[in-house]
Structure formats: structure tokens, C-alpha cells
């Protein structure tokens, strides 16, 4: 039954058969069936000429040739690269520079501060010496003091030559002497103020 006979048609096509029928168009394959029933397909009016689609063609051609190529690509991948590469190289030796610069300035702020460190030790120790100072200078001042004797008391009107002599006359009579002593005076003169 299920076995075919060497005399019979296979049931099937075979290989090279069935590539014959596809590749058939469906007009012929019509034809081959004995007609359809369906209408013939038929080129519409809105179907672009054959002209139109050689043209379409060569256009799609000439943007095919326009578009970039691998060895295109790889030149602009270079390039790319390039550029960037110069582009690194010029900020690293701006950061370097400003590297150098800001170890320059933390090198000049550290020798500041040690400058101002013996600055301030300086000025605090002139200060001091500046205190002693001053209070030799009133020491002094109070001993220049101790050897003035103001004598009140005196009239105004006795000139310049006769102040020495009425003032050895005022210390021979202090000091109950009765011979005129020489007393050495580095200048007698009038109070200005009482």
C-alpha cells in the first residue's frame, strides 16, 4: 500500500523538481495548473517606469560610493586620536607647569613664615630692649633731677653775671661759711614755670 511501485509516478517531487517550481513565476505556474480563477496581475499605473528604477538604482549606487569605507573610518579614527593626544599633551604640561608654580609658592610661603616667625621673636625682643630702655632714661632723668636745686625766692631783677654771685652768696650762708666758695655750676637759669 504504502509502496511505490517502479512503474508508478513518485508522489513527490523530487529535488531539482521542487527548485523548478519555486523559482517558476506564478504566471507560469497558472499555466501549469490549468488556469486560475484569479485575475492576471497586471502592472498598475501607479508602478514606477523601468526608467525610474534604473535611475533610483544608480542613485543608490552614488550614495553607496559616497559612504565611508573601513580605511576612511580608520583615517578619521586617527585623526581623532591625533587631536586628542596633542590636546592631552598640552593640558598635562599646563598641569605641570602649574604644579611646579604651586610647589614654587608653598616653597616662598614656608621661607615667609620662617621670616615672620624671627620677625615676631625680633620685634618682641626690641620691645623688651625698648622697655629697659626707657626706664634707663627715666632713671636718668631722676638723677639729672636730683642735682638741681631750685631756689625760689630769687628777684627777678638780677641779670645774668649777678645770679652766680647771689647764688655762692645763698650756699656760703646754707652751709655757715664765711669765705666765698667756688662753686662749679653748668648753668643757673629761670624757671619758666613755677
Known sequence: MGRNRRGDPPKTPRGSQLSQSFLQTPAETRDEAGGSKM???????????????????????????SLAMKADLLVL????????????GGIRTE????????????HSHDAQT???AATDTALAREGDLLHQLKRSVEDLDNRGRRCNIRVRGMP???????????LTALFCLIMHRDAPLAIRCDRAHRALRP
Open 77 to 88: 579614527t586617527t585623526t581623532i586620536q591625533d587631536a586628542l593626544r596633542a590636546e592631552m
Open 156 to 166: 627777678e631783677t638780677e641779670g645774668e653775671e649777678d645770679r652766680e654771685e647771689t
Open 114 to 116: 620662617a621670616r615672620l
Open 39 to 65: 485575475a492576471h496581475v497586471s502592472s498598475s499605473p501607479g508602478d514606477p517606469p523601468a526608467s525610474t528604477l534604473e535611475g533610483i538604482g544608480e542613485e543608490i549606487c552614488t550614495i553607496a560610493a
Open 95 to 106: 598641569v605641570t607647569a602649574q604644579v611646579s608654580c604651586i610647589q614654587e609658592l608653598e
